[in-house]
């Protein structure tokens, strides 16, 4: 991600999980931007990076 939009476009993506209450995206232009997400459910990472692909990004790693 390389702009407010890219982070726009995860972020709505994410929010249209089920349960999910907050998307926090910390951008790093330069490199690999974090992405964090607070949930009143759990989520599997498998659909969490469906979402991000939705956006059009990929998953470089999972830290769940």
């Known amino acids: 991600m390389t702009c407010g939009h ?3 476009s995860v972020t ?3 929010t249209e999980l089920k ?3 907050n998307v926090s995206v910390e951008l790093n232009s330069g490199g690999v931007s974090e992405v964090t997400i607070t949930s009143t459910l759990t989520l599997e990472p ?3 990076s469906e979402a991000i ?3 059009g990004y990929l998953v470089v ?3 769940a």
């Open 53 to 55: 692909a939705e956006a």
């Open 12 to 14: 709505e993506e994410l």
């Open 61 to 63: 790693s999972n830290n």
């Open 6 to 8: 890219c982070v726009s």
């Open 19 to 21: 349960g999910v209450d």
């Open 46 to 48: 498998a659909e969490i």
